[in-house]
């Protein structure tokens, strides 16, 4: 999954160096929407075709008690993969050509709620520092504030467990949530800015 990660990258930034600066250079000159489709083909060949070893052991929908889904992967490297899946994918939903007939904006938003169920359910160090950047993709696309303040305590119990540096992308959605400065998640709830 981590080398489908670096091809969405890849694709993504061809993407922008084309449509932005126009530039090409590319030794791949398929169509882009064609590049598209098979490297999307490809990420669901992986979820499909995954070792037993990497698939979740315990699945349940998010409910009154949980805000995310509870998804229990056996191996801290199961976790670190099926996270980078989802944020590929939430990426690759991002540049979709015209051509492709998915909705995108759901399909996002379950990508997303699996990264952030995948964190809250399997807190093992190496895979909760693997994780900040999933969570950050997943979390620009969230809009309730129990979700947001989910991912807010995520990532402050990364920075406080495993001394990694996370709490810079928290600003960052904070931000992008529409937040104003700085927020204490846990002793209350945050401002929007008008």
């Given at each position: 999954s981590i080398y489908l990660c670096a091809r969405v990258c890849d694709l993504k930034f061809r993407r922008t160096q084309y449509l932005e600066l126009g530039r090409s250079g590319s030794n791949d000159n398929r169509?882009?929407?064609?590049?598209?489709?098979?490297?999307?083909?490809?990420?669901?060949?992986?979820?499909?075709?995954?070792?037993?070893?990497?698939?979740?052991?315990?699945l349940a929908d998010g409910d009154d008690s949980t805000v995310f889904p509870t998804i229990v992967f056996p191996h801290w490297a199961a976790i670190s993969s099926n996270q980078v899946y989802h944020a590929a994918c939430i990426s690759m939903l991002e540049m979709q050509p015209p051509e492709s007939r998915l909705d995108a904006q759901s399909l996002s938003l379950w990508h997303a709620r699996?990264?952030?169920?995948i964190s809250c359910a399997n807190p093992h160090p190496?895979?909760?520092?693997?994780?900040?950047?999933?969570?950050?993709?997943?979390?620009?696309?969230?809009?309730?504030?129990?979700?947001?303040?989910?991912?807010?305590?995520?990532?402050?119990?990364?920075?406080?467990?495993?001394?990694w540096a996370a709490l810079w992308r928290l600003r960052d959605l904070e931000a992008e949530w529409g937040y104003e400065g700085s927020v204490d998640w846990e002793k209350n709830m945050p401002r929007r800015t008008s």
């Amino acid at each position: 999954s981590i080398y489908l990660c670096a091809r969405v990258c890849d694709l993504k930034f061809r993407r922008t160096q084309y449509l932005e600066l126009g530039r090409s250079g590319s030794n791949d000159n398929r169509p882009f929407a064609r590049q598209w489709e098979q490297l999307w083909l490809d990420l669901q060949y992986w979820v499909d075709e995954r070792p037993p070893s990497t698939r979740p052991t315990a699945l349940a929908d998010g409910d009154d008690s949980t805000v995310f889904p509870t998804i229990v992967f056996p191996h801290w490297a199961a976790i670190s993969s099926n996270q980078v899946y989802h944020a590929a994918c939430i990426s690759m939903l991002e540049m979709q050509p015209p051509e492709s007939r998915l909705d995108a904006q759901s399909l996002s938003l379950w990508h997303a709620r699996q990264v952030c169920g995948i964190s809250c359910a399997n807190p093992h160090p190496g895979s909760m520092v693997n994780s900040i950047q999933p969570l950050f993709t997943a979390g620009r696309l969230m809009s309730h504030t129990s979700e947001q303040q989910k991912i807010a305590q995520l990532l402050q119990s990364i920075e406080r467990e495993t001394g990694w540096a996370a709490l810079w992308r928290l600003r960052d959605l904070e931000a992008e949530w529409g937040y104003e400065g700085s927020v204490d998640w846990e002793k209350n709830m945050p401002r929007r800015t008008s």
